[in-house]
Nanobody
Framework: QVQLVESGGGSVQAGGSLRLACAAS????????MGWFRQAPGKEREFVAA????????YYSDSVKDRFTISRDNAKNTVYLQMNSLNPEDTAVYYC???????????????????WGQGTHVTVSS
């Protein structure tokens, strides 16, 4: 069992930056791929970014590529999402997710992640 707790959300003006963190419990954190998803008002939850168990591979949605950076510190059992150049379209609840890093699982699918945090709110004003 893996428990995930997000932090770092808040309100920021367009063009600003936020750094989200996801703290994970459990002995097997280093064996899990980690992902970030978000859900904006009135929309379905969508993929944002993911990182492999080793941290050697990262994946991003087209909407955040070149603006967001995902990273992990296995020694701290924590995954981060650095968000730069934020715009109002980034306003959403951001969720951290963890899944076993099987090669046949697709990184941008919700079904590839078995464990989810409660989410942290991000609001970007223009």
């Amino acid at each position: 069992q893996v428990q995930l707790v997000e932090s770092g959300g808040g309100s920021v003006q367009a063009g600003g930056s936020l750094r989200l963190a996801c703290a994970a419990s459990g002995r097997t954190f280093s064996g899990y791929r980690m992902g970030w998803f978000r859900q904006a008002p009135g929309k379905e939850r969508e993929f944002v970014a993911a990182i492999s168990a080793s941290g050697g591979r990262t994946y991003y949605s087209d909407s955040v590529k070149d603006r967001f950076t995902i990273s992990r510190d296995n020694a701290k059992n924590t995954v981060y999402l650095q968000m730069n150049s934020l715009n109002p379209e980034d306003t959403a609840v951001y969720y951290c997710a963890a899944g076993r890093d099987y090669t046949w699982e697709i990184y941008n699918r919700r079904g590839s992640y078995a464990f989810w945090g409660q989410g942290t709110h991000v609001t970007v004003s223009s």
